[in-house]
């Protein structure tokens, strides 16, 4: 992965995916860190490259909290659907 990142970095994109395409999981790491692979080549020194991965990893941290903040879309757990329709079921009980 190591060498495969540098040559990528250094604009040998070639050489980069020819080195991952010998593992099975190699695609796979380039897609992952593409973007950020992306970043560091078009950088033109140590100056920028810290420069940009302190704005790429402050714009990560802050969609990691948003992700987390932000209420679930997910069906409701077993027992709160069971509680719910229990609930519903006595009402209607009561109802008759």
Known sequence: EAGAATLYICG????????LQ??????????????LLDI???CEDSDEVVRR????????????KEAKNAPDDLPPA????NDTYDSEDEDEEERE
């Open 78 to 81: 077993y027992d709160d659907y």
């Open 53 to 64: 991965q302190n704005v790429w990893l402050a714009k990560a941290e802050k969609e990691q």
């Open 12 to 19: 040998k994109f070639d050489a980069a995916i020819a080195m």
């Open 22 to 35: 010998e593992f099975a999981w190699g695609m796979e790491f380039l897609k992952l860190n593409q973007e």
């Open 40 to 42: 560091y080549a078009s």
